[in-house]
């Protein structure tokens, strides 16, 4: 099992970056560096690349719609290239706030799109003439589109990797079909082991049906809280204003994945009462409202022996790498940290 980490930069960058480096000293396999709508990813992968030396840099994640399938590619080319092979890029649909209420683009066919952004990366990659005449990108732009100067090109410079991994964050039945078709990792959010068959096995084993045995066997990067300990049960309730938010209030009634994953997971009517609860404003209320016993099963959140038994139910689902948010006050114990599941994991 291989551990993974979210950055977190609230504390400086800089400081963040000399965590990191403490981190991968201790075990720490991947980081994942956010975008949202904050500071972009591309330029903290890059420093970060030059202040490590083993641990591999993810995009968590890289939004379909704000850069042409292209750039896309080219930036990927260049984080990995700086990082003597260790990028691996992440990409996702985001939601449609974030894309049209910050970006102002249309959120729409974010599972086309993916499809044929990931087909053009791999042509830039592999050096070849890039020429994709798809339902949503069309490279050369057609004559009558544009000035009709356009021209199949390749990208100038060699790639360290004709293949850069690719990780997709999806949650959604054909998304998650999809992902297991064409990725070389899936990214979901809110993973519950024992769950997660009955909610994503059928997608999985559709997409896997069709998957190239190039890609190589799915990777499952799976999100979780992470505290060890006899005295650490009241963290659980750290981690219900974040599950509230997801649940509650990323997106409108009937528009909210996270919330959909819920009921999936068997909680209708906790989910509905949270949503209401978090769009009417009470989000205290909402995050108490969160089932303790599904706080439990997606984090790793107990003594030594919990956490054990979990790390063992993730791997029996399917799960390579646990991407943690340590539970700490402070480098040392997110060190600690990192180095007590690094011994639990083997």
């Known amino acids: 099992m291989r551990i993974g980490m979210g950055l977190n930069y609230s504390g400086g960058f800089a400081e963040t970056a000399a965590e990191v480096a403490d981190l991968e000293q201790a075990g720490l396999d991947i980081v994942f560096v956010p975008?949202?709508?904050?500071?972009?990813?591309?330029?903290?992968?890059?420093?970060?690349?030059?202040?490590?030396s083993r641990v591999e840099l993810a995009s968590g994640i890289l939004q379909l719609f704000t850069r042409t399938p292209t750039l896309t590619a080219m930036t990927a080319a260049g984080l990995d290239y700086v990082s003597d092979g260790r990028f691996v890029l992440?990409?996702?649909?985001?939601?449609?706030?974030?894309?049209?209420?910050?970006?102002?683009?249309?959120?729409?066919?974010?599972?086309?799109?993916?499809?044929?952004?990931v087909d053009i990366c791999r042509q830039v990659w592999r050096r070849e003439k890039v020429e994709h005449q798809g339902k949503y990108y069309q490279i050369p732009l057609p004559a009558d589109q544009g000035t009709g100067l356009g021209k199949p090109l390749k990208l100038i410079n060699e790639p360290v990797r004709e293949r850069i991994p690719i990780i997709i964050a999806s949650l959604g039945p054909k998304n998650v079909e999809m992902t297991a078709e064409i990725a070389e990792?899936?990214?979901?959010?809110?993973?519950?082991?024992?769950?997660?068959?009955?909610v994503w096995g059928d997608s999985i084993a559709k997409g896997k049906a069709k998957r190239d045995p190039a890609l190589g066997d799915l990777?499952?990067?799976?999100?979780?809280?992470?505290?060890?300990?006899?005295?650490?049960?009241?963290?659980?309730?750290?981690?219900?204003?974040?599950?509230?938010?997801?649940?509650?209030?990323?997106?409108?009634?009937?528009?909210?994945?996270?919330?959909?994953?819920?009921?999936?997971?068997?909680?209708?009517?906790?989910?509905?009462?949270i949503q209401d609860l978090y769009l009417s404003g009470k989000k205290e209320e909402a995050a108490a409202a969160v089932p303790v016993e599904l706080i439990r099963a997606?984090?790793?959140?107990?003594?030594?022996?919990?956490?054990?038994?979990?790390?063992?139910?993730?791997?029996?689902?399917?799960?390579?790498?646990?991407?943690?948010?340590?539970?700490?006050?402070?480098?040392?114990?997110?060190?600690?940290?990192?180095?007590?599941?690094?011994?639990?994991?083997?």
């Not at 979990?310 to 700490?328: C, E, I, M, Y």
Request: one cysteine or more.
């Open 35 to 52: 975008e949202a709508y904050s500071f972009d990813a591309v330029s903290q992968i890059g420093y970060l690349a030059a202040k490590t």
């Open 219 to 273: 990777q499952i990067y799976a999100q979780v809280p992470l505290a060890i300990g006899d005295d650490v049960e009241h963290m659980l309730d750290w981690v219900r204003p974040m599950v509230a938010l997801y649940v509650g209030g990323m997106g409108a009634k009937g528009k909210n994945f996270y919330n959909d994953l819920a009921v999936r997971y068997g909680y209708e009517k906790e989910a509905e009462n």
């Open 185 to 198: 990792g899936w990214q979901p959010l809110f993973y519950f082991p024992e769950k997660a068959a009955g």
């Open 298 to 346: 997606v984090s790793l959140i107990g003594s030594e022996g919990f956490v054990r038994e979990r790390v063992a139910a993730f791997a029996k689902s399917g799960v390579t790498t646990l991407n943690v948010t340590p539970f700490a006050p402070d480098t040392a114990g997110r060190v600690r940290l990192i180095e007590q599941l690094r011994h639990i994991c083997g």
């Open 90 to 117: 992440g990409i996702g649909a985001s939601g449609p706030q974030v894309m049209e209420g910050f970006h102002g683009v249309p959120y729409n066919a974010p599972l086309g799109r993916t499809r044929e952004i």
